[in-house]
């Protein structure tokens, strides 16, 4: 239990359905999940659509904390349907984003490439005075072979023809905003909304695996530990880069505590820092069986670890 509080607010998923999601609070500090509003799962039956699917929900989220009083807010974004470079959530947030004939542009980042104006004139003034922390394992820029459109939107159901027109609404919309947030480490996250988060919050980017360990006090409760146990759906070239398991691992060693991966398959030339790794493709070659009933798998990887410990 890290204290916090949670509410229940209603906004708007990637696709304007309403959603229901949840906001923490602790004082004036307040924890916000961009994929309760935004995520792939809060899609209609699951369809994706690259081009249309919006962060509005989560700027709404954003509004619902600063009524409860928030003034220091940590962003966790990841798992989002959007590419839309955090626009959606801009204009949650008041501002007003128009094309050459002064009419608001559609949401999503397809409809970028129309925008002509930004007029942040009527944003939330409450945000002037708060603070905001990007929470994130993401570490792309907004734009290039390695940005939001070509290395994540395919992913939220975008195809090669989706991706190019992405890569140029992104492109066109970073041009319009100016400076260099497009390039900083990080604005590529969420579709985008870590551009965003920089240039118009004025967010600074923290390790999520980081942030949530400091907010559960991970260390105060991990002290005397004789071994860890960490897992995540894949382990792979992406999961050194920050992911839940690899920054667990990272305390774990500064402390000398043995640390096991459990994991739906590995690529296990990157964990050889791990005193073990545990695979359900080890146990069940058919991946559909890992991901629907995992359970009896994890059981028996379990019984594994405990006989070698």
């Known amino acids: 239990d890290a204290g916090f509080t949670a509410f229940t607010c209603e906004v708007l998923g990637p696709l304007g359905n309403p959603v229901s999601a949840q906001i923490a609070i602790k004082g004036e500090t307040a924890f916000i999940e961009m994929a309760q509003a935004s995520g ?27 009524d409860k009083g928030a003034r220091h807010i940590i962003l966790a974004v990841g798992g989002s349907a ?6 959606g959530a801009l204009q949650a947030l008041g501002a007003r984003l128009t094309d050459g004939n002064g009419n608001e542009i559609a949401r999503g ?17 409450r945000l002037a005075d708060i603070s905001f922390i990007l929470a994130s394992d993401v570490q792309n820029p907004l734009l290039g072979s390695h940005g939001a459109a070509h290395v994540f939107s395919p992913q939220k159901g975008a195809s090669p023809e989706q991706v190019e027109l992405l890569e140029k609404s992104l492109s066109h919309f970073a041009s319009l905003v100016g400076g260099d947030c497009a390039d900083r480490a990080g604005a590529g996250a969420a579709g985008g909304i870590g551009f965003m988060a920089y240039a118009f919050l004025r967010a600074t980017a923290a ?25 995540e759906g894949r382990f792979d070239s992406q999961s050194i880069k920050g992911k839940a398991p690899w920054g667990i691992l990272q305390r774990a060693q500064r402390d000398g505590v043995p640390t096991y ?3 739906g398959d590995a690529d296990t030339q990157h964990g050889s820092a791990f005193a073990g790794i545990y695979t359900l493709t080890s146990l069940e070659s058919d991946i559909d069986k890992c991901i629907n009933n995992p359970a009896p798998l994890v ?8 006989a070698h410990l």
Do not use: N, W
């Open 207 to 231: 390790s999520g695996i980081d942030v949530i360990l400091d907010l559960v006090d991970f260390d105060a409760r991990s002290t005397g530990a004789d071994y860890m146990i960490t897992g």
């Open 82 to 87: 959007t590419t839309d470079a955090g626009a």
């Open 109 to 125: 980042g397809g409809a970028l490439i129309d925008c002509e104006s930004i007029d942040i004139t009527h944003l939330d003034t």
């Open 261 to 263: 991966l459990v994991c």
């Open 299 to 306: 059981k028996e990887l379990g019984a594994k670890i405990a």
């Open 40 to 66: 792939l799962s809060q899609l209609p039956g699951g369809v994706k659509s690259a081009l249309d699917a919006s962060s509005f929900g989560t700027g709404q989220l954003i509004l619902h904390a600063l």
